[in-house]
């Protein structure tokens, strides 16, 4: 049976480097390559990092049917999964693993059903949430503060999914995590 897994946290919870580890473990895991509308930084690779698209082009893909989950973030600024992106790592027999959104993890959950495992990765509090957000040094106070007040309205739907591991220490969370995923896929 072809089995996928999503990771999802609210922005600054350390998904991105639960996932990375996650990915280091287990040779039969492949990243989902999500598609979006944003400008591509210096250090990013177009079909590695993201598949990016203008605004027109992914419009055209929702028309097409081609998103197994998508969304218009702000106005203009698309995120989605291309269902051929999961195809093609199935037909490779492996293991798809997302690190996608609150939303988008929804989203797939209702697309995908038994064929995925859902895991929330949560901050130990909001006060350190804020930190490591502010910790990046990468954004304006402004979009700090934006990102923060998203992460706490997506801290709410963490009943939504089928496992929640606090990352308050990386790596207890990281062995919670593994623990979770070999489960799944031992089934």
Known sequence: MNKAIVITAPSGAGKTTLVKLLLESRKDLQFSVSACT???????TD??????????????????DAFVEWEEVYTDMFYGTLKSEI?????????????????????????????????????????TLYERLK???????ETINKRYEKSVLELAFEHQFDQVIINDNLAEAFEELKYQVEKFIAN
Not at 50 to 59: A, D, I, N, V
């Open 38 to 44: 944003r400008s591509k930084r210096e250090n990013e």
């Open 47 to 64: 079909g590695k990092d993201y598949y990016f698209l203008s605004p027109e082009k992914f419009r055209e893909k929702i028309a097409e």
């Open 87 to 127: 195809e093609r790592i199935w037909n490779h027999k492996n293991i798809v693993i997302f690190d996608i959104d609150v939303q988008g993890a929804v989203n797939i959950k209702k697309q995908l059903k038994e064929h995925v495992l859902t895991i929330f990765i949560k901050p130990p509090s909001k006060e």
């Open 135 to 141: 910790g990046r040094g990468t954004e304006t106070e």
